[in-house]
């Protein structure tokens, strides 16, 4: 399974565009880089997933480059809601069966008025 | 979308008694869940994967005899805490793995007093 690292927490203030990078220098042909919001005392939540390129929801955008060593989640504008952890998988996509989803640090995520 | 229903969200205990958590898929089929443990300001630790029908493959250090996982339908699996001690206090996660991924539940807040 492909290690990813994180930074351990960022500062932001409300209305900032906030840039999450990890890094997975191991990441696998068949591989999909996920990421996962959580708030304190909930399961994680989904918040977009990708490939390759770049892909872009109603919450965020996820930048990945060509070589796929990395990646970036995008927050246009944070909130004070939007102070959580966030975390950075990779893991293959399933279709049936299940592979192993291991959790990095996260990145705890302040935002401020 | 997908979603997974977990129970109780919180529970107290007396130590030496036991206690299950169940976790269900409610509108899709789940052949394999996950169940975490997250201790506080701590990423979620992995415990097992239960695949149903069959065993549960526990992650190293993690004592089978203490947490016995049942999957016995694709979509409910039960983690149980035999003898509970306060060292075991902690949030639980499950995450079941459908055809679009990874669902979380919402988690159980375990208190052993």
């Known amino acids: ?113 | 979308g997908a979603v997974v229903s977990q129970h109780p969200s919180w529970v107290i205990c007396k130590s030496g008694t036991s206690v299950k958590i169940e976790c269900r898929s409610l509108d899709f089929q789940a052949t394999t869940m996950f169940w975490y443990r997250q201790f506080p300001k701590q990423s979620l630790m992995l415990m097992a994967t239960s695949n149903e029908g069959s065993k549960a493959t526990y992650e190293q250090g993690v004592e089978k005899d203490k947490f016995l996982i049942n999957h016995a339908s694709l979509t409910l699996s039960t983690l149980t805490v035999t003898s509970a001690h306060p060292e075991d206090s902690s949030f639980y996660i499950c995450s079941a793995a459908g055809d679009n991924g990874y669902t979380f539940g919402s988690g159980t807040r375990l208190t052993v007093v």
């Open chain 1, 1 to 113: 399974l492909a290690k990813t690292t994180q930074p351990i927490s960022m500062d932001s203030y409300e209305g900032q565009e906030v840039n999450i990078t990890c890094s997975h220098n191991n990441i696998a042909t068949n591989d999909y880089i996920t990421w996962y919001q959580q708030f304190p005392s909930q399961g994680p939540r989904f918040i977009i997933q990708g490939y390759k390129t770049k892909v872009t929801n109603e919450v965020a955008s996820l930048f990945i480059p060509a070589d796929r060593k990395s990646s970036t989640l995008s927050l246009p504008r944070v909130s004070l809601s939007d102070t959580a952890v966030y975390y950075c998988l990779v893991a293959p996509i399933l279709t049936g069966g299940g592979n192993k989803l291991t959790f990095g640090t996260g990145t705890q995520l302040k935002v401020e008025l």
